[in-house]
């Protein structure tokens, strides 16, 4: 079975520009969530969909969006990047009964980001 | 606010003895802490979890201890291998707010042969 997948693996930037980063769940997960991880640092919490709904938010500025499909796939857009944006992006999948309630999460190998 | 918080960021061990990775807590809403792996170039990989009604998880050759009142945990690797050589993240989540995880910095395992 595949895993969770994203989409690049890596990307340049430059500051002020959008960036799109995409996600696809494992199949039959229903909850996606998205980290940010800076060199050195353990991941941050940015955002949790389920069934299309934003259900959790991080402490990020509102450019820092995120959407879910009707698939459970799902994009993750940041906007007037800035040289602190600059980090591996990690999408995470769960089921409803065990990723839901416990927080075990299977994480895709993440989009580096890197903002010029 | 670091809510999880690692304070060892590197532990070199030598294989077939005992690693201790070792994670403190705040937030006493917490309902469960996990145990992440990851490799270069990977994400985390689910390792173990704990309940905090439990105070010991035993998975194979990883246990992992909570205690509540000191708001600590530590995760015990025996016998440790060198495939365990890897960046290990301390985890918190609130009950039902699994996709919320709270991660602390990680630390570094080096597991020499």
């Known amino acids: 079975d595949a895993g969770v997948t994203q989409s690049p693996t890596h990307l340049i930037k430059t500051r002020g520009q959008h960036v799109t980063l995409r996600c696809s769940p494992i199949s039959g997960h229903k909850s996606v969530s998205w980290y940010q991880q800076v060199l050195g640092q353990g991941p941050q919490f940015i955002f949790q969909y389920y069934e299309k709904e934003e259900r959790g938010r991080g402490n990020f500025p509102d450019r820092f969006s995120a959407r879910q499909f009707p698939n459970y796939s799902s994009e993750l857009n940041v906007n007037a990047l800035l040289l602190g944006d600059s980090a591996l992006y990690l999408c995470a999948s769960s089921s409803d009964r065990q990723g839901w309630h416990t927080g075990e999460l299977f994480f895709g190998e993440g989009s580096r980001l890197t903002v010029l | 606010d670091q809510q999880v918080k690692q304070n060892s960021p590197s532990l070199s061990v030598q294989e077939g003895r005992i690693s201790i990775l070792n994670c403190d807590y705040t937030?006493?809403?917490?309902?469960?802490f996990l145990w992440y792996k990851k490799y270069p170039a990977e994400g985390p990989t689910f390792l173990i979890s704990i309940s905090s009604i439990k105070d010991k998880n035993e998975d194979g050759r990883f246990t992992v201890f909570l205690n509540k009142s000191a708001k600590h945990l530590s995760l015990h690797i025996v016998p440790s291998q060198p495939g365990d050589s890897a960046v290990y993240f301390c985890a918190a989540s609130e009950d039902n707010q699994g996709g919320k995880l709270i991660f602390g910095q990680g630390t570094e395992l080096s597991v020499k042969p």
């Open positions: 937030n006493s809403m917490f309902d469960y």
